[in-house]
């Protein structure tokens, strides 16, 4: 039977290493943009699973693997989170944010938020990097300075992205932890459109 995420030590070190990975990888990938021209180092996301990564029920986890409870995060907190991996399932860095509930609008799928939690894929869809960095309220990312604004449902608002980061739905469990109610509403990343 497979056991949850949280109480496997050898997993739990695995995906705090793939989050050190990705951090490595997205401050090397945010100092070669200074210095070379736009290339395949900016590209950071291979992603090579294509079935879907969330689905109802699939818990959100950090880094650590522990589940997120409501109280989690304050209104302007944002958190790198995961899907509760099953085999097959790795690479989906989500961005978990939260706001007052009457911060939200524009193109923000309500019916997708929860509790002022937002949840929208963390690869930016210009060429892979990971959405890592903020201005204010606005999600940055740091290879070419492609700019999101959450409250408006992760949409471009600067930069050369062509398109909005797809949003997850959540909503929250009986117990106060989030969990996902299906999959990003678009492809992850670059491409897709
Ligand atoms: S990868 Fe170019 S702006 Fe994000």
């Known amino acids: ?8 030590a050898r997993a739990r070190l695995k995906r705090r290493d793939y989050a050190k990975v990705l951090a490595t990888v997205g401050g090397l990938t945010a100092l070669g943009s ?9 590209q950071v996301f291979d992603r090579k699973y294509k079935g879907p990564v969330y689905s109802d ?23 790198t989170v995961f899907p509760e991996p ?9 961005l978990l944010v939260r706001f007052e509930e009457d911060a939200y609008g524009g193109e ?5 938020t929860v509790g002022g939690y937002a949840a929208f894929s963390k690869v930016c869809t210009h ?12 999600l940055v990312c740091p290879c070419h300075s492609g700019r999101f604004d959450p409250t408006s449902g ?7 992205p062509p398109r909005r980061l797809p949003q997850l739905p959540i ?22 459109e």
Request: glycine share 18%; aromatic share 6%.
């Open 154 to 160: 992760a949409s471009v608002v600067g930069g050369p």
């Open 127 to 138: 060429a892979g990097c990971m959405v890592a960095d903020r201005d204010g309220d606005v």
């Open 57 to 79: 029920g699939v818990a959100l986890v950090d880094a650590d693997g522990q589940p997120i409870s409501e109280g989690r995060l304050s209104p302007g907190e944002q958190l």
């Open 34 to 42: 200074l210095v070379a021209p736009v290339s395949g180092l900016t």
């Open 86 to 94: 099953r085999p097959g399932i790795e690479d989906a860095p989500t």
């Open 108 to 112: 923000i799928k309500s019916e997708f």
């Open 1 to 8: 039977m497979y056991q949850p995420f949280w109480r496997d």
């Open 171 to 192: 909503t929250l469990t009986g117990d106060g932890t989030l969990v996902a109610t299906g999959d990003f509403d678009g492809p992850i990343g670059p491409g897709g």
